[in-house]
């Protein structure tokens, strides 16, 4: 941000495209591999095990964003996601600012 830029104005840009990509990813929850969901399941039942329900959701939850979904926001060329991303840093800072607000998220 500038001096110029309205922090309350990107605040807000920042949680609409957050709020976006998070619809997005539980609306293609049924297109998740069934052998993942069934690793999931089993690292969440071990780690309830030992915790509680909650830290088994947590972990489960944070696997999943911190290894799959958000190197996958940051880096959606190499995943195969657009041709092509245009070299541009405020593209790139906002790709990481909504991947900071997500994980934080996670573990709410």
């Keep these: 941000m500038t001096e110029d830029d309205d922090s309350q104005s990107n605040a807000l840009f920042l949680q ?3 709020q976006k990509i998070v619809f997005r990813i539980f609306r293609s929850a049924s297109i ?3 052998e993942l969901v069934d690793i999931l399941c089993h690292l969440m039942s071990e780690v309830e095990s030992h915790l509680t329900t909650q830290d088994g959701m947590i972990s489960v939850a944070g696997f999943v964003f911190l290894r799959l979904i ?3 926001i940051l880096f959606p060329k190499q995943y195969g996601l657009v041709e092509s991303l245009p070299k541009n840093d ?3 800072r906002q790709l990481i600012l909504i991947t900071k607000v997500i994980q934080n998220l996670v573990k709410i």
């Design 32 to 34: 998740f591999p069934t």
């Design 70 to 72: 958000n190197p996958s």
């Design 16 to 18: 609409l495209k957050c």
């Design 90 to 92: 405020s593209l790139t």
